[in-house]
């Protein structure tokens, strides 16, 4: 496996591993979103992955990444949803056996998604730390190879490909937006941008009810949050007591971290829908509930928010929805 160190290199390395296997998502002009900051805003549309979000990268770039014997040994993981998909995905495309262990707090959906990639199913107890064990055991155990979430070098390098991507389409980009919970996403898309420019302004967005990296960072260490359910399920869970990279990335280089109320972001799902057309999950919606609630300053900056995904519970979402503002 690869165990390089975690750099713009390990990036483009990530991106030549996941080629042909994940879109290269487009980078979509929002005028009223632009009109509503007062800046330029682009949408950089990771919903349109065919796992639904931006993960199938993290996930492929470190499948691709496995020797023979790994993949003989076939891949577990632990995931609120998303991540699971991804990997169900990633792991079918190579040929290789996934166990996804998830706890009972992830919506029936997402569930239905990842059996029908053809991945076994583990469903325990009310946490994804519980999850997190069993995982921990099949590894120990079976010899399977544990593909976390979000804390892995290869993880994050997949996700930074996304930062490879807007540098390249749009260079006079100065802010990047971007749903924050485990921090993979957050620290790639920041390791690649701020390598090319120091100066990129790095936000990330969490609901306020159990932001775990948001308050990790105020504690300078790594804390367990109390997991609470939330329109953006996809942000829950923790950043682990034993984080070995995200912690460390985010504190280095994101610049604010700003929390959404359950209602910014059913907002930011309600303007996604009516004015762009779009069917987001609630953690993609946070960077346009950020702007919608005035809580960032887009004056004169061009800045992309990332709409990180679309597994959506579609009774959940008509009901978000169809809510009168
Ligand atoms: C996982 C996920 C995030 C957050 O990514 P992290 O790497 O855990 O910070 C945001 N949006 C969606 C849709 C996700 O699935």
Same mark, same amino acid.
Not at 77 to 92: E, I, M, Q
Not at 191 to 203: E, F, G, H, N
């Given at each position: 496996?690869?165990?390089?160190?975690?750099?713009?290199?390990?990036?483009?390395?990530?991106?030549?591993?996941?080629?042909?296997?994940?879109?290269?998502?487009?980078?979509?002009?929002?005028?009223?979103?632009?009109?509503?900051?007062?800046?330029?805003?682009?949408?950089?549309?990771?919903?349109?992955?065919?796992?639904?979000?931006?993960?199938?990268?993290?996930?492929?770039?470190?499948?691709?990444?496995?020797?023979?014997?790994?993949?003989?040994?076939?891949?577990?993981?632990?995931?609120?949803?998303?991540?699971?998909?991804?990997?169900?995905?990633?792991?079918?495309?190579?040929?290789?056996?996934?166990?996804?262990?998830?706890?009972?707090?992830?919506?029936?959906?997402?569930?239905?998604?990842?059996?029908?990639?053809?991945?076994?199913?583990?469903? =325990?107890?009310?946490?994804?730390? @519980?999850? !997190?064990?069993?995982?921990?055991? #099949?590894? +120990? %155990?079976?010899?399977? *190879?544990?593909?976390?979430?979000?804390?892995?070098?290869?993880?994050?390098?997949?996700?930074?490909?996304?930062?490879?991507?807007?540098?390249?389409?749009?260079?006079?980009?100065?802010?990047?937006?971007?749903?924050?919970?485990?921090?993979?996403?957050?620290?790639?898309?920041?390791?690649?941008?701020?390598?090319?420019?120091?100066?990129?302004?790095?936000?990330?967005?969490?609901?306020?009810?159990?932001?775990?990296?948001?308050?990790?960072?105020?504690?300078?260490?790594?804390?367990?949050?109390?997991?609470?359910?939330?329109?953006?399920?996809?942000?829950?869970?923790?950043?682990?007591?034993?984080?070995?990279?995200?912690?460390?990335?985010?504190?280095?280089?994101?610049?604010?971290? =700003?929390?959404?109320?359950?209602? @910014?972001? !059913?907002?930011?799902?309600?303007? #996604?829908? +009516? %004015?762009?057309?779009? *069917?987001?999950?609630?953690?993609?919606?946070?960077?346009?509930?950020?702007?919608?609630?005035?809580?960032?300053?887009?004056?004169?900056?061009?800045?992309?928010?990332?709409?990180?995904?679309?597994?959506?519970?579609?009774?959940?979402?008509?009901?978000?929805?169809?809510?009168?503002?």
């Amino acid at each position: 496996m690869m165990q390089a160190g975690l750099d713009l290199r390990a990036i483009f390395q990530a991106r030549r591993r996941i080629a042909g296997e994940v879109v290269r998502t487009p980078l979509a002009a929002s005028p009223g979103l632009s009109a509503a900051a007062g800046g330029e805003v682009r949408l950089k549309l990771e919903l349109l992955q065919e796992s639904g979000a931006f993960k199938l990268r993290g996930a492929t770039s470190m499948i691709r990444s496995l020797d023979e014997a790994e993949r003989a040994g076939g891949v577990v993981t632990v995931s609120t949803g998303n991540h699971g998909r991804a990997v169900a995905l990633a792991a079918r495309r190579a040929g290789i056996r996934a166990v996804v262990c998830l706890s009972h707090l992830v919506p029936g959906n997402k569930l239905e998604a990842i059996r029908a990639l053809g991945a076994e199913l583990r469903i =325990i107890g009310r946490s994804q730390d @519980e999850a !997190a064990v069993e995982a921990g055991r #099949l590894a +120990r %155990e079976d010899g399977m *190879v544990l593909v976390p979430p979000f804390d892995h070098p290869a993880i994050i390098a997949g996700q930074g490909t996304i930062g490879l991507e807007l540098a390249e389409d749009w260079p006079e980009l100065d802010t990047v937006l971007v749903p924050l919970s485990g921090g993979g996403l957050i620290a790639g898309i920041a390791l690649a941008l701020k390598t090319i420019d120091p100066a990129v302004r790095v936000i990330g967005i969490s609901m306020r009810e159990g932001a775990a990296m948001q308050a990790s960072l105020g504690a300078g260490r790594p804390l367990e949050v109390e997991e609470k359910a939330s329109l953006a399920d996809s942000l829950g869970g923790g950043i682990g007591l034993d984080n070995r990279w995200t912690f460390d990335l985010c504190r280095r280089l994101v610049d604010e971290v =700003i929390l959404l109320d359950e209602e @910014e972001i !059913a907002a930011g799902m309600r303007h #996604l829908f +009516r %004015e762009e057309r779009l *069917v987001v999950e609630g953690a993609a919606a946070v960077g346009v509930g950020a702007i919608l609630a005035g809580k960032v300053d887009l004056a004169g900056r061009c800045a992309a928010l990332v709409v990180s995904g679309r597994n959506v519970d579609m009774e959940r979402f008509l009901d978000v929805v169809g809510g009168r503002p």
